[in-house]
């Protein structure tokens, strides 16, 4: 009986030559001299025709040590004959394999040179002067190539069509964006003393190629240029044949945009993927949408780019977040690292800033000293993006009464103020916005050392809605007639004056927060009277109360939460008292008896 065809073995040497030859032709260059020519002989005839080797790629997928990978390009250009012209190299180049190139061939049309950090502007731009046919060139992730070898490149290659250089996307400060170039030094770099590292077995070693050692690119920061857009104005200078360009992860800015627009008029696809220093106003944007048939924006999926970056898998993932779930994310950030950082770091997160609904200005005083940036035109800012929906504002420390007075002029619906430590602060100031907030639920004027009980009995009587209010205090012992001898047109103070405008004008009240008041027990009785539906009262550091009668039994049951003046002060976050110094613990022993000193024991 015949053997049927699909039991039948397929013997692929008896395919036609040329047929092989181009099935082969789609492996690699490393798949095809390691492994398919050692087949048969068949195959390894065709390696042999220079035709074959017409295109060469040597990209890498696996262990970076396991081959000789220069040796093994080195055969394949012998190989090909001169006649070469498609190349493709990863990690592995160097100027010494670039100078062997151009020495064996130069009919090179297309060139593409990966994460190659042994290649230099010098080595680039003397391979230039050799391939005058070159129409396409990839040069992306090549640490120390500059805009010096982009324009020695431009000016030799008249035919070229299609440019990649693409980069590692990161920000730098602006100190280190000041720094000049500089090239590894090589001493540095190598190590070439610690030979004992290449440990290898010669009688396990099947092929040519194995065990090699590889060339190691130093590893060091990349360079960094003052001028940002070094690479557009080359690229624009020298190349005004371009129709394609990529330029994923560049430094430019929009006047370098408008230079490469300006001088490549024949630009068909332009990537701009990562580009976090483009601006792209309205202006810009249109532009580049009418000329471009493809455009790629900072903002947009880096599927496809056509390579993989280190950040990728870290960095980057950001930008492909949906806008709802970003600005959900940004929205927890405090209104200083919004403004000041987060809109800055791309067009996206710039678009999304924008369109948040700013109902809270949050600027607690984390930034100073160091404050840079102006306070008050960061505030009239916040208030421009909010139109007047502001319903919870949070500031310390740098807030005027005039900047107070514009804020309630522009947002009438406030629910939750919060003016903690503001020293600018008076009670003239705060008296006159008081009837401008009709809706407010929460205060707190903590540590407001220039506000006396004034401002406490407008506010109680302008804000009937008033359900949480903080008046903290450094507590101070003065003595017996400090306040009596403060006198002013309503007759002399006392040590209740805050407790009696509470309690005469806050009956609404569920939370109240009295750290370090100078209350005594008469002040107490009035608000526990005045203020039936108080739920939480917070008395520590009030060091004037004798809570140990019916006073106190009292405040037991009628509040919940109820903090006495000697409970911890833990969580409470301002400075408690004029006198305090925070605790400091024993100093350790000396180093001799470290091994006997434990913080826990204490």
């Not at 306070?375 to 949070?394: E, I, Q, R």
């Not at 503001?422 to 004027?445: F, M, N, Q, R, T």
Request: charged fraction near 30%; proline fraction near 4%.
């Amino acid at each position: 009986m015949a053997e049927s065809g699909r039991d039948r073995k397929r013997n692929w040497a008896e395919l036609p030559d040329e047929l092989t030859a181009a099935i082969l032709s789609r492996l690699g260059a490393v798949d095809y001299l390691r492994s398919a020519e050692m087949v048969c002989m068949k195959w390894h005839k065709i390696s042999k025709d220079p035709l074959f080797w017409r295109k060469i790629d040597m990209r890498i997928d696996g262990d970076l040590e396991e081959w000789d990978y220069e040796d093994m390009f080195r055969l394949a250009v012998d190989r090909s004959s001169g006649n070469v012209v498609d190349i493709s190299i990863e990690h592995f180049g160097t100027n010494e394999l670039l100078a062997f190139i151009t020495k064996r061939a130069s009919k090179i049309r297309c060139i593409r040179l990966l994460s190659c950090n042994g290649v230099s502007d010098e080595g680039l731009s003397r391979m230039a002067l050799k391939l005058r046919l070159l129409e396409e060139l990839d040069i992306s992730l090549c640490m120390w190539i500059s805009h010096e070898a982009v324009r020695a490149v431009g000016r030799a290659c008249p035919l070229l069509k299609s440019f990649k250089f693409n980069k590692e996307w990161c920000r730098f400060s602006d100190d280190e964006s000041d720094s000049e170039e500089s090239e590894p030094d090589q001493h540095d770099a190598y190590d070439f003393d610690h030979h004992d590292a290449y440990d290898f077995d010669d009688d396990f070693a099947p092929f040519p190629f194995v065990h090699a050692p590889l060339f190691h690119a130093p590893v060091a920061r990349a360079p960094v240029r003052k001028d940002e857009n070094a690479d557009a104005i080359a690229i624009a200078g020298t190349m005004q044949g371009l129709h394609h360009l990529q330029l994923s992860g560049n430094k430019l800015t929009d006047d370098g945009l408008r230079k490469i627009l300006d001088s490549c008029p024949h630009l068909e696809s332009l990537d701009l993927r990562l580009c976090f220093n483009l601006n792209m106003g309205i202006d810009l944007e249109t532009r580049c949408a009418e000329r471009i048939k493809r455009l790629w924006l900072p903002h947009d999926s880096i599927e496809g780019k056509g390579f993989t970056s280190r950040s990728d898998g870290y960095c980057f993932k950001w930008v492909e977040l949906p806008d709802d779930v970003t600005m959900s994310i940004l929205s927890r950030l405090g209104t200083v690292d919004i403004l000041d950082n987060a809109q800055k770091v791309c067009m996206k997160w710039r678009k999304i800033c924008k369109e948040m609904k700013w109902t809270t200005i949050d600027m607690r005083n984390d930034f100073a000293p160091d404050i840079t940036f102006d306070f008050d035109k960061m505030c009239h800012h916040v208030l421009d993006l909010s139109c007047g929906n502001l319903v919870d504002v949070n500031m310390e420390d740098l807030i005027s009464d005039d900047l107070l007075n514009h804020i309630t002029d522009s947002s009438s619906g406030i629910r939750r103020l919060r003016l903690a430590c503001s020293y600018h602060i008076s009670d003239e100031g705060l008296i006159e916005v008081a009837s401008k907030l009709p809706l407010l639920e929460e205060l707190d004027i903590s540590v407001c050392e220039n506000l006396s009980h004034k401002p406490v009995r407008v506010l109680g009587r302008s804000c009937p809605l008033l359900k949480s209010f903080r008046l903290n205090k450094k507590w101070h012992k003065y003595s017996d007639d400090f306040f009596e001898e403060i006198i002013d047109d309503d007759g002399p103070w006392s040590k209740d004056d805050d407790a009696l405008a509470i309690a005469e004008t806050m009956r609404g009240l569920h939370h109240l927060q009295l750290f370090g008041n100078q209350l005594t027990n008469v002040g107490l009785r009035a608000i526990l009277d005045g203020c039936p539906h108080l739920e939480s009262l917070d008395l520590r550091y009030c060091f004037n109360l004798n809570l140990e009668g019916d006073l106190g039994r009292r405040c037991s049951e009628q509040i919940r939460k109820l903090l006495l003046p000697t409970d911890s002060i833990a969580g409470y976050g301002l400075m408690p008292s004029t006198d305090w110094q925070p605790p400091r613990r024993p100093s350790p022993p000396s180093p001799k008896h470290w091994e006997f000193w434990n913080w826990d024991s204490d």
